[in-house]
């Protein structure tokens, strides 16, 4: 293993998270290493969406840092972090609902497709846009998308719709994607088709941190995991070591979400 | 669109003189709520917008006044100031959202008229400002423009108006059109994949002030005076209430609005002697127009032919039946 791998991409330090009394995410620390495929799990309440919250900027964080890329980012504004390259999706699905299939991927483009204002008035920037809707053709395409670029997204199946979501992301070329719950309310044969996206996003060079119940999809495609329970860090380490792990066990155990238990024992 | 440029072209010479004037201020209020809609693309709506075109009209009148700056360029510099005076105000504004931004445009906007009101000098006081300089006429000679003439203030108005209209047209079919209807919809989804949220929202607001500003210094030197009731929050509501009869998920939603309100204004109730129970009336039209229209004027011509076709589907088969 090359010294770039064992850098850490992305790492949390003693994060913590507060609303009022209730301590979402209480000195949770964490690293990530670039090119990984990083699980995050733990039950229902756990601090897991927080934890994503807190790392692309849309809560500053009540104490500890994020380090992205080895610079402190704490508390930057979430699309100053999308602009290096630190992009997340959300859980459910998050869509502009009103536009076209490809007009979400055009929107996901945005980073690429910069233009001045006076450009845009004048149309000087027809090259830029053309190229920015061909990339957005392309990651359709990707997806398999392709053929619906021109549907309303109100007309998407749900599973259709998670993907898009996983798109819109795509398209913004990050160097590491926070999926929050891809998996859910999909089928098994739409799950079995996005575990292997996720895997070709991570051969394309994405860095990519999942949070899942599907426990069948985390442990087939994490390499690490990291489990939280309460805010707080459990438990880490390779699917086979978190698996077997009996404080995990007892966590998902413990709380209501009896998939999560079965799957995990 | 040929017909639409001869029909504005006629339609001064068809009308009496103060019908005229009436036409000048229809101009304006176009680029007024055209301008406003552009700011409601982000989603938020505003209660300072009538303010801010006072902005320009104050500045562009002051500039002229005071310091003898030619009249076409103090408008440009009037709505320049507007869109300056957005840029500031975006920064306490657009921490806020929703109910909270609507409340606090308004507060701003009752802040800058009571400074009008407040320093006597250099804006006037509650009585504003008089006797601002008109609109230079133009004499080459063979061609002489006097623009205190409301038909030749008219055609002034429809070129800046409608250049005006075709930058905002422009922008919102632009990428930065897209992305404020990406905010409006999504933001925290915009904000993911790198829209700058505050930024665009500060962008539509300047924007959408500076064209504010210039129907302002329209306002001005046509009319010769500004006083703060002019822009008080009645006007306010004339604007929202075009904006909303209107429709604003068109272009022409607004535009539509407003000149029809104007229409039901200035002729139907003038001629029924009702024209000082105007905004009675424009509440009772406001009220069945969210009742029966939700959607605003805007939706009445698809919604027609749809009925249109549905009525000619049945008696096609009215007719198939018969046979
Ligand atoms: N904005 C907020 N305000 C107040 N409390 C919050 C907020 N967001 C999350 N919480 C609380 O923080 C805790 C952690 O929630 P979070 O959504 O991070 O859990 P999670 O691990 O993502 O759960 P799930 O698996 O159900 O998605 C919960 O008790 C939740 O109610
Ligand atoms: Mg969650």
Redo the contacts with the bound molecule.
């Keep these: 293993m090359s010294a770039r791998d064992e850098r850490p991409i992305l790492e949390a330090r003693g994060l913590t998270r507060r609303?009022?009394g209730?301590v979402?995410v209480n000195d949770f620390s964490f690293s990530v290493r670039a090119g990984a495929i990083h699980g995050l799990i733990?039950p229902?309440?756990?601090?897991?969406?927080?934890?994503f919250n807190v790392i692309s900027g849309f809560y500053a964080p009540t104490a500890g840092q994020v380090f992205f890329r080895g610079l402190d980012v704490s508390g930057r504004k979430t699309s100053a972090l999308a602009a290096m390259g630190l992009v997340r999706t959300f859980?459910g699905s998050t869509l502009f609902q009103e536009f076209s299939v490809l007009d979400n991927v055009r929107v996901g483009r945005h980073l690429g497709a910069r233009a001045g204002f006076f450009s845009r008035l004048l149309g000087a920037d027809r090259r830029s846009e053309e190229k920015a809707d061909a990339q957005a053709q392309d990651t359709l395409a990707f997806f398999g998308l392709e053929d619906l670029a021109d549907e309303p997204v109100s007309n998407l199946p749900h599973g259709h719709q998670r993907m898009l979501g996983l798109a819109v992301a795509l398209a913004a070329e990050p160097e590491v994607l926070l999926l929050d719950?891809p998996f859910t309310g999909m089928n098994p044969e739409e799950t079995g088709r996005m575990m292997t996206l996720v895997q070709r996003i991570r051969d394309r060079g994405v860095t990519v941190m999942l949070?899942e119940?599907d426990m069948r999809a985390v442990m087939n495609l994490c390499d690490v995991i990291t489990v939280m329970n309460f805010?707080a860090l459990l438990v880490e380490g390779p699917p086979e070591v978190v698996r077997n792990d009996p404080a995990v066990i007892e966590a998902y155990l413990g709380s209501a979400t009896a998939d999560g238990a079965g799957d995990a024992a | 669109m040929v017909f639409l440029f001869a029909a504005l072209a006629v339609l001064p010479y068809l009308l009496s003189y103060s019908q005229q004037e009436i036409a000048v201020l229809l101009v304006i209020n176009v680029l007024l709520v055209s301008s406003y809609r552009l700011l409601t693309l982000t989603g938020e709506w505003s209660l300072g917008h009538v303010v801010i075109m006072g902005v320009g009209a104050y500045a562009s009148a002051l500039l002229a006044k005071r310091l003898g700056v030619p009249v076409p360029l103090s408008m440009l510099l009037g709505a320049g100031m507007a869109a300056a005076t957005a840029a500031i105000l975006s920064f306490p504004l657009f921490r806020m959202k929703g109910f909270y931004f609507l409340i606090g445009s308004f507060a701003a906007g009752e802040i800058i008229r009571l400074i009008w009101k407040r320093f006597t000098d250099p804006f006037g006081g509650p009585k504003g400002l008089k006797r601002i300089d008109p609109f230079p006429d133009i004499d080459a000679g063979f061609l002489s423009i006097d623009f205190y003439e409301p038909v030749n203030y008219y055609f002034l108005a429809l070129i800046v108006v409608s250049a005006s209209l075709f930058v905002l047209y422009r922008i919102e079919r632009s990428r930065i059109g897209l992305t404020f209807h990406a905010i409006h919809w999504q933001d925290r989804l915009a904000e993911s994949v790198g829209v700058d949220t505050f930024r665009y929202r500060t962008l539509a607001f300047v924007i959408a002030s500076f064209f504010a500003g210039i129907a302002g210094g329209l306002y001005a030197h046509y009319v010769g005076a500004v006083n703060p009731t002019r822009f008080s929050v009645d006007q306010m509501v004339y604007v929202l209430v075009w904006a909303v009869v209107g429709g604003t998920a068109t272009f022409y939603g607004p535009i539509l609005g407003v000149i029809v309100l104007t229409v039901v204004n200035e002729i139907v109730l003038r001629a029924l002697g009702l024209d000082t129970a105007r905004p009675l009336i424009y509440g009772a039209i406001l009220i069945l127009s969210v009742l029966y229209l939700p959607n605003g004027l805007e939706s009445l011509g698809p919604r027609l032919r749809a009925r249109w076709q549905r009525w000619r589907g049945g008696s096609a088969a009215a007719r198939r039946e018969a046979t």
Excluded: D, R, S
């Design positions: 609303f009022g209730l979402a733990g229902n309440g756990a601090g897991k969406t927080t934890t859980q719950e949070v119940h805010g």
